[in-house]
């Protein structure tokens, strides 16, 4: 599988006959947890997780006390999750392309950002140092179902975490009676990011990770 997301336009050729498009469903819940993990191994190969493992709590557990490029870690319960698609990149216009239509030549990147509530700022301080690191996130819903790019969108047996860019954890915003006190974590995926993006379900509520309960020390 070619894990590189393409951008429009990358080697793109006219087809001589239209493909056939499958409709077919898919949805992902409210993001609840994020899982960070390194983009690459020790020999620069992309990282990837079997899917089997994003069904078990046990085997999570276990990459989350690894030494070397397979470790996992947890973000804090995310809330308020916004997602802002990027648009399309032109280029042309009148007096410059042929009939003033300008051509699609890219995708702009998709803004991230969800709110972390009543965290300790050395929290914050760790998260921020993911930013100097080529890193990639798979999302957790409320049900233990994980997105990432996957293998095989009918059959997925790997995943791979999505790559991150301009990774931002805000300062504290303090809370009064009325409110928490929050950070802000952000982050941006390129153009094309979500092409090759699927979820694993979570088969049996019993071994799957509680997002909202598990590893939150």
């Given at each position: 599988?070619?894990?590189?997301?393409?951008?429009?336009?990358?080697?793109?050729?006219?087809?001589?006959?239209?493909?056939?498009?499958?409709?077919?469903?898919?949805?992902?819940?409210?993001?609840?947890?994020?899982?960070?993990?390194?983009?690459?191994?020790?020999?620069?190969?992309?990282?990837?997780?079997?899917?089997?493992?994003?069904?078990?709590?046990?085997?999570?557990?276990?990459?989350?006390?690894?030494?070397?490029?397979?470790?996992?870690?947890?973000?804090?319960?995310?809330?308020?999750?916004?997602?802002?698609?990027?648009?399309?990149?032109?280029?042309?216009?009148?007096?410059?392309?042929?009939?003033?239509?300008?051509?699609?030549?890219?995708?702009?990147?998709?803004?991230v950002s969800f709110v972390m509530r009543n965290v300790r700022q050395d929290t914050v301080?760790?998260?921020?140092?993911?930013?100097?690191?080529?890193?990639?996130?798979?999302?957790?819903?409320?049900?233990?179902?994980?997105?990432?790019?996957?293998?095989?969108?009918?059959?997925?047996?790997?995943?791979?975490?999505?790559?991150?860019?301009?990774?931002?954890?805000?300062?504290?915003?303090?809370?009064?009676?009325?409110?928490?006190?929050?950070?802000?974590?952000?982050?941006?995926?390129?153009?094309?990011?979500?092409?090759?993006?699927?979820?694993?379900?979570?088969?049996?509520?019993?071994?799957?990770?509680?997002?909202?309960?598990?590893?939150?020390?």
């Open positions: 599988m070619n894990t590189l997301i393409n951008l429009l336009g990358c080697g793109c050729s006219e087809q001589s006959v239209l493909s056939d498009v499958a409709i077919r469903s898919e949805s992902f819940g409210e993001t609840q947890r994020l899982l960070f993990m390194k983009l690459y191994d020790d020999t620069g190969a992309l990282n990837t997780i079997p899917a089997a493992t994003l069904k078990s709590k046990s085997a999570l557990a276990a990459l989350r006390g690894a030494i070397d490029h397979t470790k996992i870690v947890f973000s804090p319960v995310v809330h308020e999750p916004s997602t802002s698609p990027g648009g399309a990149r032109l280029d042309g216009g009148v007096g410059t392309t042929a009939g003033g239509v300008e051509e699609v030549v890219g995708i702009d990147p998709t803004e301080t760790l998260l921020r140092k993911f930013g100097c690191t080529p890193i990639g996130v798979i999302r957790f819903d409320a049900c233990g179902n994980a997105e990432g790019i996957v293998d095989d969108h009918d059959a997925p047996t790997t995943i791979m975490p999505v790559p991150v860019n301009t990774l931002f954890v805000g300062d504290k915003s303090h809370g009064n009676g009325q409110s928490a006190e929050k950070n802000v974590l952000s982050f941006k995926h390129i153009g094309g990011w979500s092409e090759k993006v699927g979820v694993v379900k979570a088969d049996d509520p019993t071994l799957a990770l509680n997002p909202l309960l598990d590893f939150l020390t």
